[in-house]
């Protein structure tokens, strides 16, 4: 892959970071950080590294299906495990710290899986932009020593972006696309209900033709995310009943549409500024 100027330097700094990992995981979930990076680390390590996809009730089936899509057409290998975070009362309480708690089964899982497979390193896909978000993942990668590749090279997510297209990885311009927990309201608990009802509703808006969106959960109400450039389209009457229909056909007794818009990490405007600057 030809690369220009300054993302040339970046995709070069990236290779010999993979390069010093040695046998390495990465952890994988299909969306184009995770994707590339493992894409990268096949180019670099060959049959040293594996992309591990961690299998739970968070995870949507249609991601699902799509991440091992993508492994088989790039002939990245991939091993699937599962992982039980549902199952930890901390992580299933649906606090701010939520994600630490994910992110800490997902890295105690590998390690075991490394340990006993003869891997050296775990790495993931966070990206330089990460780090300007509330995200307590971030946290526990760090207490596990899960190395950070594209941080480590410099590379924003547009850059990312950039270096996939130029790769002629179809994910390039893949919607981000989070957990099915994180579309929960905190402190509602997670269950494997709720996360089936927000699965059905975004399964429901891509079948209307939406792209970009989010299902936020906040009980009796639904709160409804779609890219700005798709909103006319979802204030139409026709499509206000449409939506209407679907999610209280989901059992919710309010349905409403955001006029913001879509944007990652919306829910955690509902959380203290103490707790959103905090460490755990």
């Keep these: 892959m030809a690369c220009s100027g300054n993302l040339g330097l970046k995709r070069a700094a990236l290779e010999e ?19 590339f990076l493992a894409w990268a680390a096949h180019g670099v390590l060959g049959s040293g590294m594996l992309a591990v996809l961690a299998d739970s009730p968070s995870l949507a089936r249609t991601q699902l299906a799509d991440a091992v899509a993508f ?7 991939l091993e699937i495990i599962r992982t039980e975070e549902l199952e930890r009362p901390e992580y299933a309480r649906n606090d701010g710290f939520r994600c630490y708690f ?10 075991g899986f490394a340990k006993s497979h003869g891997f050296e390193s ?38 990312v972006r950039e270096l996939a297209r130029d790769a002629g990885l179809r994910v390039w311009d893949k919607p981000a696309s989070a957990c099915l927990s994180s ?14 009802v927000v699965e059905q509703g975004e399964e429901g808006l891509r079948n ?34 449409a939506m209407t229909r679907l999610f209280k056909g989901l059992g919710f007794k309010f349905v409403t549409l955001d006029l913001e818009g879509f944007r990652s990490g919306s829910m955690n405007a509902l959380l203290p500024s103490d707790q959103r600057s905090s460490q755990f």
């Design 71 to 77: 492994a088989r057409e790039q002939s990245i290998p």
């Design 17 to 35: 970071h993979i390069r010093t990992l040695g046998r390495t995981l990465i952890a994988y979930s299909g969306g184009v950080d995770s994707a």
């Design 183 to 196: 579309r929960i309201a905190y402190g509602r608990i997670v269950t494997r209900e709720t996360l089936g």
């Design 208 to 241: 209307l033709g939406f792209r970009q969106f989010r299902v936020r959960h906040h009980g009796e109400m639904v709160r409804i995310e779609v890219d700005p450039q798709e909103m006319p389209r979802a204030l139409s009457p026709e499509m206000a009943s």
């Design 102 to 111: 994910c992110k800490h089964e997902l890295f105690t899982v590998m390690e």
């Design 122 to 159: 775990i790495a993931y896909g966070a990206n330089l932009d990460d780090q300007g978000d509330f995200r307590p993942g971030q946290l526990a990668a760090r207490q596990h020593k899960v190395a950070a590749p594209l941080i480590a090279a410099g590379l924003g997510k547009q850059e």
